[in-house]
């Protein structure tokens, strides 16, 4: 916002700007609202009383002191964006518009932040813009002014509270990180039993495929003596077969040791078994020469 100058008052065509406005005043009264555009006006009766521009402008708010719910006294500043919307209203509702809305924000400031404590101020950054700005436009809607957005630039404690915040900070930290390190050692240990487990798991299966295979094997070997031993010629091989493990693990037994024990009740049978055993080998015998003959 700028007063005309004393030129307007002589020259009858002036210019507006695009994104301006300008307050035409007729001997001291508001007579209209000029436009972006070349414009008419009665040399020393009409002349341009307020010049606003309507783009969107920044306005900075100093550091200011602030106490917080919880009485810890704060320094915090600001970044404040508004817009002329009525430059009537501006011009003549209010001396200084930008003052006023400047110095609004910063009480509205102070009172949103003693709402809250300390904690708080430095998380609902996004709040307590929010709410800034809405009572800057409450306030400001009567002077022609809309305020678009409140930025909290920075907010500054006391060094004592600063250094506590810090502390407390790294607690959190090596909090955290132990509490990583744990959940990392506890999966690790998880995923560790987990592997022996199912490596156990096919340990045992394992083992009963190949127990069941060599049972099935050992069956299917006993029913193929079993066949062949309804044969009576292979009934006396495997007791020609027998009496010579026999008498191999004998001739052991007579080597090594000094008393000799047999078992009482079997000598005819072992005997038999023997003679039996040594017949059909002798016959065996006679039948392959015969044959080689």
């Given at each position: 916002?700028?007063?005309?100058?004393?030129?307007?008052?002589?020259?009858?065509?002036?210019?507006?700007?695009?994104?301006?406005?300008?307050?035409?005043?007729?001997?001291?009264?508001?007579?209209?609202?000029?436009?972006?555009?070349?414009?008419?006006?009665?040399?020393?009766?009409?002349?341009?009383?307020?010049?606003?521009s309507l783009k969107e402008q920044v306005a900075r708010i100093d550091t200011q002191s602030a106490i917080t719910k919880d009485n810890v006294m704060i320094k915090i500043d600001g970044v404040?964006?508004?817009?002329?919307?009525?430059?009537?209203?501006?011009?003549?509702?209010?001396?200084?518009?930008?003052?006023?809305?400047?110095?609004?924000?910063?009480?509205?400031?102070?009172?949103?932040?003693?709402?809250?404590?300390?904690?708080?101020?430095?998380?609902?950054?996004?709040?307590?813009?929010?709410?800034?700005?809405?009572?800057?436009?409450?306030?400001?809607?009567?002077?022609?002014?809309?305020?678009?957005?409140?930025?909290?630039?920075?907010i500054k404690p006391p060094e004592e509270i600063k250094r506590a915040m810090e502390l407390q900070a790294e607690h959190e930290r090596l909090k955290r990180n132990t509490i990583l390190r744990s959940e990392g050692t506890m999966t690790s240990e998880i995923n560790i039993a987990e592997g022996e487990k199912q490596a156990s798991v096919l340990r045992g299966e394992g083992e009963a495929a190949r127990i069941l295979q060599e049972a099935r094997g050992l069956v299917k070997s006993l029913q193929t003596i079993g066949k062949s031993l309804e044969d009576p010629r292979t009934e006396y091989a495997v007791k020609l077969k027998l009496c010579m493990n026999y008498l191999q693990a004998l001739k052991g037994i007579l080597q090594n040791a000094k008393t000799i024990m047999l078992p009482q009740g079997q000598k005819s049978e072992l005997l038999t078994s023997v003679v039996a055993g040594m017949s059909f080998y002798t016959c065996l015998l006679y039948t392959s020469d015969a044959a080689d003959e």
């Open positions: 916002m700028r007063r005309a100058i004393f030129g307007s008052l002589i020259l009858p065509l002036f210019q507006v700007p695009q994104n301006n406005a300008y307050v035409i005043e007729r001997l001291g009264k508001y007579a209209r609202i000029a436009d972006p555009g070349l414009h008419f006006k009665l040399p020393f009766v009409e002349y341009v009383g307020y010049a606003y404040l964006y508004y817009k002329i919307t009525n430059p009537l209203k501006a011009s003549y509702d209010i001396s200084n518009p930008v003052a006023a809305l400047t110095y609004m924000a910063q009480t509205s400031m102070r009172s949103e932040i003693g709402k809250i404590d300390l904690d708080t101020t430095f998380k609902e950054r996004a709040m307590l813009n929010s709410n800034i700005k809405a009572a800057l436009n409450h306030a400001s809607k009567k002077w022609g002014i809309e305020c678009m957005r409140y930025e909290i630039k920075d």
